[in-house]
């Protein structure tokens, strides 16, 4: 019995142990129901195996919606809590749980495989590719992710969440005020979510240096596949600080070193330090790919070319050396002198330079357009003004010397959440709307998917503006409960509000998505939107070669090219198509994955090591298998395309 | 015969086996903190570049100046890194 203890949590409540019982009978439900419709086979074959880029998208997309429920609870819960003062629906242990999985899950389990999903889909789509460049390790990064975040999710079930904040800050993780295992999860679970991600980042790079069509330069990419080429060149040098600093981490938590305490030569600050270098070059992975989108929907919905093609990359390449240059605006006020600070608030400032010329440029190319106020349009639009107004109080919190004042107040709070809200959440919704029938040969509903639009937006305003009066006011963050004296009482109840309407908003795109399911035409053709890029020359759904025949392109909007320039995008005639096989490896070495990371946080050493043998057996059996592909013979391609409505092109 | 025989990979071999040397020797020898310092960052930085270019092949395919963009990228930014945590840690701190 001893041994089970350690599972147990340690501050349960009637609330954990029903969510136990919902998680078994999910799990039971999902067991039953795809035995009960033999579905095994199919899923193995079709999904758990699959190494194409679009399927492993529409995954990654299922699993983003997945945690963006998981999150919204939390957040909901959490406003619940502050909505009155003095409220006793959570405790304070609770209350930090939530909000340390609240931003873990939001950040890395619901953004990250979200943008990372629409690159997975539309990044070889618009540019002609077939596949990513390593089409198996896509597949090994999704299952990383996968896992890590099943990890991360069972926290709060067995063994107890972490409690320290999504930062995480030493020495309060240190084992001496963060003793129960809530932390070896952040450690552990981000750590194999991280390896995910910078193996997409170097996946990405490669796809977009080296497979592109004939005829496409780097200057005559499209805008999101600019985007997606800065973010993961980002995700390339930010993401080995975290994989450092998380290591040394857990060796402090599990293996008694002392890089992070406050004794014995360690140096807490560090972590801090480490983090945020990491963190704020995170920010810009964040925003930079729902610029891309930006881009993509202001230029279809305005109809005309983006303005200022050359100055939109020029800002992306400039962002992605200033967003190493900043980090320590996240501690001005840890004790650094005026020097440092004054340095890293002139590098703040300047940042939001490159920002502002693609806002204006955003708007000079509505400027002279024919606007179609679609759903992606309308994202767009309601950006524009929430998002300014959380870059400004950025530039605001940039002022080394002002930011005394703001530092852990719920200002900074409203200032992220209005700057990635709008920034990343809206643009993934607009993304989604705008890619979903190339994803699923249907569109969503327009009524129902702007009235989710305008009460997601009107939410977002309503939630988080209150907080720039009672931050300022001194209300910190973080905090469980207040008193009535202090007077937060009334913005927490309009927070609260907003809370609920956000909520209602997400309901309705759930509803969307079933309604459109079921009452939505099918006959749309393959370009709906009547767009500009490559992606909507294709086959909707999109056959698994993509192209039948590599398209060629002059500039970096081929699809209009062919359509109002005459330009020819597929020249010659059908060859055969190599395609790269199937593979369960990257599944089950990600499964193993899952259970080395839980023997870990458990310190259960015996398991630890077996499944660290298994992961290195994976990798033995990748180093000398002999796998060439298999061909798609141009019999096929010929039946194939007869069937989707005759070659095109 | 002549040819046939990768001068450039044993010359560069050779040389990374007299860094390693080099760098080990800090450790045996009674140097002060800053020359052993010194020692350490300028073998480790020739034993890098040593290896993308005389291993790694970093120059000589067409991807090239790629290659070279991202190390000369990555440099950067490890740089920009070390120095600015110094400075925010220690040399900034009052
Ligand atoms: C216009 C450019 C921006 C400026 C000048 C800026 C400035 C700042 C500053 C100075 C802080 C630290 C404040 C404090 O802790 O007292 C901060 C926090 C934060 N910013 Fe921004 N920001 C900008 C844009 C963004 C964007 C685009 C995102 C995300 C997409 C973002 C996400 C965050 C987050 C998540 C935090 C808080 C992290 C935490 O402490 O938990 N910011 N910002
Ligand atoms: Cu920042």
């Given at each position: 019995?001893?041994?089970?203890?350690?599972?147990?949590?340690?501050?349960?409540?009637?609330?954990?142990?029903?969510?136990?019982?919902?998680?078994?009978?999910?799990?039971?439900?999902?067991?039953?129901?795809l035995?009960?419709?033999?579905?095994?086979?199919?899923?193995?074959?079709?999904?758990?195996?699959?190494?194409?880029?679009?399927?492993?998208?529409?995954?990654?997309?299922?699993?983003?919606?997945?945690?963006?429920?998981?999150g919204?609870?939390d957040?909901?819960?959490?406003?619940?809590?502050?909505?009155?003062?003095?409220?006793t629906?959570?405790?304070?242990?609770?209350?930090?749980?939530?909000?340390?999985?609240?931003?873990?899950?939001?950040?890395?389990?619901?953004?990250?495989?979200?943008?990372?999903?629409?690159?997975?889909?539309?990044?070889?789509?618009?540019?002609?590719?077939?596949?990513?460049?390593?089409?198996?390790?896509?597949?090994?990064?999704?299952?990383?992710?996968?896992?890590?975040?099943m990890?991360?999710?069972?926290?709060?079930?067995?063994?107890?969440?972490?409690?320290?904040?999504?930062?995480?800050?030493?020495?309060?993780?240190?084992?001496?005020?963060?003793?129960?295992?809530?932390?070896?999860?952040?450690?552990?679970?981000?750590?194999?979510?991280?390896?995910?991600?910078?193996?997409?980042?170097?996946?990405?790079?490669?796809?977009?240096?080296?497979?592109?069509?004939?005829?496409?330069?780097l200057?005559?990419?499209?805008?999101?596949?600019?985007?997606?080429?800065?973010?993961?060149?980002?995700?390339?040098?930010?993401?080995?600080?975290?994989?450092?600093?998380?290591?040394?981490?857990?060796?402090?938590?599990?293996?008694g070193?002392?890089?992070?305490?406050?004794?014995?030569?360690?140096?807490?600050?560090?972590?801090?330090?480490?983090?945020?270098?990491?963190?704020?070059?995170?920010?810009?992975?964040?925003?930079?790919?729902?610029?891309?989108?930006?881009?993509?929907?202001?230029?279809?919905?305005?109809?005309?070319?983006?303005?200022?093609?050359k100055?939109?990359?020029?800002?992306?390449?400039?962002?992605?050396?200033?967003?190493?240059?900043?980090?320590?605006?996240?501690?001005?006020?840890?004790?650094?002198?005026?020097?440092?600070?004054?340095?890293?608030?002139?590098?703040?400032?300047?940042?939001?330079?490159?920002?502002?010329?693609?806002?204006?440029?955003?708007?000079?190319?509505?400027?002279?357009?024919?606007?179609?106020?679609?759903?992606?349009?309308?994202?767009?639009?309601?950006?524009?003004?929430?998002?300014?107004?959380?870059?400004?109080?950025?530039?605001?919190?940039?002022?080394?010397?002002?930011?005394?004042?703001?530092?852990?107040?719920?200002?900074?709070?409203?200032?992220f959440?209005l700057?990635?809200?709008?920034?990343?959440?809206?643009a993934?919704?607009?993304?989604?709307?705008?890619?979903w029938?190339?994803?699923?040969?249907?569109?969503?509903?327009?009524?129902?998917?702007?009235?989710?639009?305008?009460?997601?937006?009107?939410?977002t305003?309503?939630?988080?503006?209150?907080?720039?009066?009672?931050?300022?006011?001194?209300?910190?963050?973080?905090?469980?409960?207040?008193?009535?004296?202090?007077?937060?009482?009334?913005?927490?109840?309009?927070?609260?509000?907003?809370?609920?309407?956000?909520?209602?908003?997400?309901?309705?795109?759930?509803?969307?998505?079933?309604?459109s399911?079921?009452?939505?035409?099918?006959?749309?053709g393959?370009?709906?939107?009547?767009?500009?890029?490559?992606?909507?020359?294709?086959?909707?759904?999109?056959?698994?070669?993509?192209?039948?025949?590599?398209?060629?392109?002059?500039?970096?909007?081929?699809?209009?090219?062919?359509?109002?320039?005459?330009?020819?995008?597929?020249?010659?005639?059908?060859?055969?198509?190599?395609?790269?096989?199937?593979?369960?490896?990257?599944?089950?070495?990600?499964?193993?994955?899952?259970?080395?990371?839980?023997?870990?946080?458990?310190?259960?050493?015996?398991?630890?090591?077996?499944?660290?043998?298994?992961?290195?057996?994976?990798?033995?059996h990748?180093?000398?298998?002999?796998d060439?592909?298999?061909?798609?013979?141009v019999?096929?391609?010929?039946?194939?395309?007869?069937?989707?409505?005759?070659?095109?092109? | 015969?002549?040819?046939?025989?990768?001068?450039?990979?044993?010359?560069?071999?050779?040389?990374?086996?007299?860094?390693?040397?080099?760098?080990?020797?800090?450790?045996?020898?009674?140097?002060?903190?800053?020359?052993?310092?010194?020692?350490?960052?300028?073998?480790?930085?020739?034993?890098?570049?040593?290896?993308l270019?005389?291993?790694?092949?970093?120059?000589?395919?067409?991807?090239?100046?790629?290659?070279?963009?991202?190390?000369?990228?990555?440099?950067?930014?490890?740089?920009?890194?070390?120095?600015?945590?110094l400075?925010?840690m220690?040399?900034?701190?009052?």
């Open positions: 019995m001893e041994f089970f203890e350690r599972f147990a949590i340690p501050h349960p409540s009637p609330a954990i142990y029903a969510s136990m019982v919902a998680i078994g009978l999910t799990v039971i439900a999902i067991i039953a129901g035995t009960y419709f033999k579905k095994w086979g199919y899923i193995w074959r079709e999904w758990l195996t699959t190494v194409d880029h679009k399927r492993i998208g529409i995954m990654y997309l299922i699993s983003a919606l997945l945690m963006l429920f998981r919204g609870v957040a909901i819960m959490m406003r619940s809590q502050l909505a009155v003062p003095g409220n629906l959570l405790d304070a242990q609770h209350y930090n749980e939530i909000f340390t999985t609240h931003g873990i899950v939001m950040i890395l389990f619901m953004a990250m495989p979200f943008i990372i999903a629409l690159m997975n889909f539309v990044v070889p789509l618009q540019i002609g590719a077939r596949d990513v460049a390593f089409p198996r390790l896509n597949a090994l990064s999704f299952w990383l992710f996968f896992f890590a975040a990890l991360f999710n069972i926290s709060f079930v067995v063994g107890g969440s972490p409690d320290a904040g999504w930062t995480s800050y030493f020495p309060l993780a240190g084992n001496e005020h963060s003793p129960h295992v809530g932390t070896n999860y952040y450690m552990i679970a981000i750590q194999i979510a991280g390896l995910g991600t910078l193996m997409t980042g170097i996946n990405f790079i490669v796809t977009i240096l080296k497979m592109r069509a004939p005829g496409m330069t200057m005559k990419m499209p805008m999101f596949t600019w985007s997606a080429l800065i973010t993961n060149v980002i995700i390339v040098f930010a993401f080995p600080v975290l994989t450092i600093a998380l290591a040394m981490g857990t060796m402090d938590r599990l293996f070193t002392h890089f992070f305490s406050i004794d014995n030569g360690g140096m807490d600050m560090l972590w801090a330090n480490l983090f945020w270098v990491w963190g704020h070059p995170e920010v810009y992975i964040l925003i930079l790919p729902a610029f891309g989108i930006y881009s993509e929907v202001i230029s279809t919905f305005a109809r005309r070319n983006l303005y200022g093609y100055s939109m990359v020029a800002s992306m390449v400039i962002i992605s050396l200033f967003s190493f240059l900043v980090w320590v605006h996240h501690f001005f006020t840890m004790g650094q002198g005026a020097f440092v600070n004054s340095i890293f608030s002139v590098t703040t400032m300047a940042i939001a330079v490159p920002t502002g010329i693609k806002i204006f440029n955003w708007l000079f190319t509505l400027w002279k357009g024919k606007i179609v106020m679609t759903t992606p349009m309308l994202y767009s639009m309601l950006f524009i003004p929430i998002f300014t107004i959380g870059g400004v109080t950025g530039v605001m919190l940039g002022m080394s010397a002002a930011d005394y004042q703001y530092h852990n107040t719920m200002f900074l709070v409203a200032h959440h700057v990635i809200i709008p920034g990343v959440v809206f993934m919704l607009a993304g989604l709307t705008y890619w029938p190339k994803m699923f040969g249907f569109m969503l509903n327009e009524r129902i998917g702007k009235w989710a639009a305008w009460l997601i937006a009107v939410g305003c309503v939630a988080f503006f209150p907080m720039f009066i009672s931050g300022l006011d001194g209300q910190a963050r973080r905090m469980y409960t207040y008193s009535e004296a202090t007077g937060f009482g009334f913005w927490n109840m309009l927070s609260f509000i907003g809370a609920g309407i956000l909520a209602i908003g997400f309901v309705l795109i759930v509803y969307n998505i079933y309604y399911t079921r009452y939505a035409t099918r006959d749309i393959a370009d709906p939107w009547d767009a500009r890029t490559l992606e909507w020359a294709t086959h909707s759904p999109v056959p698994e070669y993509n192209f039948a025949i590599t398209p060629e392109v002059n500039s970096s909007e081929a699809l209009w090219d062919e359509k109002k320039k005459g330009h020819k995008l597929f020249k010659g005639s059908y060859q055969e198509i190599h395609m790269p096989s199937k593979s369960g490896v990257p599944f089950i070495m990600s499964a193993i994955f899952f259970v080395f990371g839980f023997a870990m946080i458990f310190s259960l050493w015996i398991l630890a090591i077996v499944s660290l043998l298994g992961i290195f057996a994976c990798l033995i990748r180093s000398f298998e002999q060439h592909g298999y061909h798609i013979s019999k096929e391609i010929e039946e194939t395309e007869a069937k989707m409505g005759g070659a095109k092109g | 015969m002549k040819e046939l025989f990768p001068r450039k990979q044993v010359m560069g071999f050779i040389f990374s086996l007299v860094l390693t040397v080099a760098a080990l020797l800090v450790y045996f020898l009674d140097l002060s903190f800053a020359l052993g310092m010194t020692v350490l960052l300028v073998t480790a930085f020739l034993q890098a570049g040593l290896q270019v005389v291993f790694m092949h970093a120059g000589e395919s067409e991807d090239k100046a790629t290659i070279y963009t991202n190390v000369y990228y990555g440099l950067i930014i490890a740089l920009v890194t070390i120095f600015g945590t400075l925010a220690i040399w900034g701190m009052v």
